[in-house]
């Protein structure tokens, strides 16, 4: 049996076969989703939706370093398990050991690292289907970039 990710996919294909659209927005197709007969979603659990929110929030706490001017992110997330229940933690940088911050940096890392390799992969395919074209080169060791942008200047604090 198919999963729901499947099962939706399935929905968006046949959504873009209908409409002949190659482009689509999403409020488009779920609209179409309803109209076939795709049940609309349980309501959300309100402690779960606020959950979500404050994770949000943290995420966008931004500081900066007294020493150096530089911001950076103030709470860090990482995952552990408890028992069979996989929970995300969170952290203040400037309160966090060093064990916490380690695990949350490595896991973003990976995080990273997987949305570059599927970039890579994703423009290899492209490249492939599109022998006749330039190809599409996205260079993967970022090195020059953060060191560029850690070396330019500082913008002007506005009042």
């Known amino acids: 049996m198919a999963t729901k990710k499947v099962e939706m996919q399935r929905v968006i294909h046949k959504y873009k076969q209908e409409t002949g659209k190659k482009e689509i927005n999403m ?11 795709w049940p609309l979603p349980k309501p959300v659990d309100l402690f779960e939706l606020l959950s979500k929110e ?7 706490e931004y500081r900066k370093d007294k020493e150096t001017g530089n911001q950076y992110r103030a709470n860090h997330a990482f995952t552990v398990t408890h028992g069979k229940q996989q929970l ?10 060093r064990p916490h911050m380690v695990k949350a940096l490595v896991q973003r890392r990976e995080q990273t690292v997987g949305d570059v390799l599927q970039m890579h992969f994703d423009a290899e ?9 330039e190809p599409i080169v996205v260079p993967t060791d970022y090195t020059e970039d953060v060191t560029w942008r850690v070396n330019a200047p500082k913008e002007k604090e506005t009042a």
């Not at 409020?27 to 076939?36: E, L, N, Q, S, T």
């Open 54 to 60: 404050f994770s949000q929030a943290a995420r966008d």
């Open 27 to 37: 409020h488009d197709v779920a609209k179409f989703a309803v109209k076939i007969g």
């Open 125 to 133: 395919h492209w490249n492939n289907i599109h022998p006749k074209d």
């Open 88 to 97: 995300t933690l969170w952290v203040d940088i400037d309160e966090a050991p």
